[in-house]
């Protein structure tokens, strides 16, 4: 029986370690712009609304907005919007913004029943951007001077919808090293990249809110926010959506381009995972729990059975696939060396576990994030607002 389940371990590991080699010689790097079809295709700058939900963010705030004010792309507005913060980052974008009218603050509108706050935060950006692109960022991410013209030239070049990028992750805490990378793992070893956008269907699709771009036109067709309104993985329904709807999209790595620190401590990295995980295929309880099986099977199992006679020659070459892909995936995406490679199947046991927590909590109906309590119970069972907001330009 065991021989068996290290044979399927090593068909799901070699799965992802060809589509790992795939992407690291193949994936669309936001850095990278393509070169245009015809000489006039990158002719055209198109205002473009850089989006920031902010709740809190006195620490990051200033850092995002420096970066996003030296782009090399000129024809922007940022618009920050203060999500009921209790520390000074009002403050502080109300001081860039009496320097720089190009970036502007409004204050968030009270959280109605059925939302997320993120979400609602960002359908009010909406509501007052002028762009026809809008981009939106989170504020703790900083941003390369070629971050918003490389995301234009890309989708000008591939005549996009929609594009998100996952960003260059920063870490610096074990908790983080550990967790953060095998999130990113999930992208770069488990879908070929381009298929986001030769293919049509929804499964073939993946998004980051932490870079995350639409035309005004696609994102008006798909319903904006407002038509992910109760999802906790908002940017993952956007790209599915955007697949329904039969537009292009492409999702890129954004690697030495956008950059994010999204947690600094075990409790952070802890709750943060909680939030989201359960949520990366849709809540399906079977799903999620395959997920996990297959994860202990190819990246835990092996590190066992290795000590056993009879199943040390598979389980070897289980093992080095595993720290070739694991490899690989570091060098190309810029992820620690030594937790990413040498700590693997500690890592994969301790997503494992928030994994588990994610579950737990989402069915019991409640979820804590930045001092919020996020109710699940009616995104489990699928509640939708009465009457849709509808909102007025600003």
């Known amino acids: 029986m065991i021989t068996i389940v290290l044979y399927m ?13 795939y992407n690291a010689l193949t994936a669309p790097m936001l850095c990278n712009v393509p070169a245009p079809q015809y000489p006039e295709q990158y002719a055209s700058n198109p205002l473009v609304s850089v989006l920031i939900p902010a709740r809190n963010e006195a620490t990051t705030i200033a850092n995002c907005l420096a970066g996003l004010l030296g782009q090399t792309y000129k024809n922007l507005e940022i618009i920050v919007l203060d999500d009921y913060s209790e520390d000074k980052t009002a403050e502080i974008v109300r001081e860039f913004a009496q320097h720089y009218p190009q970036v502007r603050l409004i204050s968030g509108r009270p959280l109605p029943t059925g939302w997320t706050g993120k979400n609602w935060a960002c359908q009010q950006l909406s509501a007052a951007a002028r762009g026809a692109i809008y981009i939106f960022t989170d504020a703790d991410n900083t941003h390369a001077p070629n971050a918003v013209e490389n995301t234009v030239r890309w989708m000008q070049r591939y005549d996009l919808s929609m594009l998100s990028a996952f960003p260059q992750q920063q870490t610096e805490t074990l908790p983080e090293q550990l967790s953060v990378p095998v999130v990113d793992m999930f992208v770069y070893a488990a879908l070929p990249l381009w298929l986001t956008y030769v293919l049509p269907y929804p499964s073939l699709s993946a998004a980051n809110g932490q870079w995350i771009a639409f035309t005004r036109q696609a994102y008006v067709e798909l319903g904006g926010h407002l038509s992910v309104r ?8 956007l790209s599915r959506a955007t697949k329904v709807h039969g537009l292009r999209m492409i ?18 990295v802890w709750t943060g995972f909680t939030k989201n995980l359960f949520g990366l295929v849709g809540y399906s309880t079977v799903g999620f729990f395959s997920l996990l099986v297959v994860l202990f099977t190819a990246c835990i199992l092996p590190y066992c059975t290795v000590w056993f006679g009879e199943y040390r020659w598979i389980s070897l070459g289980i093992i080095v696939s595993n720290l070739l892909l694991r490899l690989i995936i570091a060098v190309k995406y810029k992820h620690p060396l030594f937790a990413s490679v040498v700590l693997h199947p500690i ?15 989402v069915k019991r109906g409640k979820i804590e994030w930045k001092s919020r309590t996020i109710d ?8 939708q607002l009465e009457e849709p907001y509808q909102f007025s330009r600003e």
């Open 9 to 21: 371990a090593l068909a799901i590991i070699t799965v992802f370690f060809v589509i790992t080699i």
């Open 230 to 237: 109760q999802h906790i993985v908002e940017d993952i329904e």
């Open 251 to 268: 999702t890129a790595a954004g690697t030495n381009l956008v950059f994010c620190r999204m947690y600094h401590s075990f409790d952070q």
């Open 347 to 361: 890592s994969i046991g301790f997503i494992i576990a928030i994994g588990i927590n994610s579950y737990i909590r």
């Open 376 to 383: 699940t119970t009616g995104l489990l069972k699928g509640l």
